[in-house]
């Protein structure tokens, strides 16, 4: 597997799965179905204006995403969350490249315009087990993706806070440790902060860049009380990636390992404003 998108679409359709079957959570079959198609629609429609050949697997990845985190009664505003997210990565772009990642742009798109949609982020419940398998399948796909210093560095910052949290207000540290242990908290760490495309290209703006998330979404957690504190910090961080690459510059990532490789030895055929990078 050169390219770290087909192990994410393994993961994310095992952990689609095992939601539903395993624990019994509301993914309906017809609504990831309906999800699905209208992504690949979306993205056939697109990668056609563009004049691009058509690929399956990010818009397969976004859908996947959304069929584990949106939910909603309606078949119809499941079409819209894939056609906001897919949409999304042809009409803002920045650079090159889109801006937002695209599940998370929908789901905040769909929460700011509609009361028929909803994240539920105690759906994944506090199970030890389940958050390890979550760690231990996420950790694959961002070794693969190599971005995994943005998640951990998300995370332990996230943990510091919510301890520090609970050092000021007198909690028993079982508290913090009780909060670290919510699946929807791991699958937003591996599976769409550390998006490759929608991160800062260097290390060291991709850790500013995953701080800056962790502190605006714990302000709107526990300042705001916005329990989808996290998904709007960020949406919110996103349009700040462009200004972190220009500040501290890095290399375009490439998904495939053979274009990494064809772009070290022939970097003109691949220039960042080449539109078909991202």
Known sequence: MADPRLLQILVLSSLALYGAFGLELEIRPFHAAVTVVVALLTEAAGRRLRGEAFDPRSPLITA???????RTASPGVAALGALFAVGSKFLIRARGGHVFNPANFALVALLLTTDRAWVSSGQWGHVALLSLLLVGAGQLVIQRAQRGDVTWTFLATWSALLLARAAWLGDPLAIPWHQLQNGALLVFAFFMISDPRTTPRSRAGRSVFAVAVAVAGFVLV???YEPNGLLF????????VPLLDRWLPGPVYLWNR????????HPARFSPAAPGLR
């Open 64 to 70: 996947l995403s959304l069929t584990l985190l949106l």
């Open 222 to 224: 526990y300042g705001h």
């Open 233 to 240: 910090a960020l949406a919110g961080t996103a349009p700040l």
């Open 258 to 265: 053979t274009t990494e490789t064809h772009h070290a030895t």
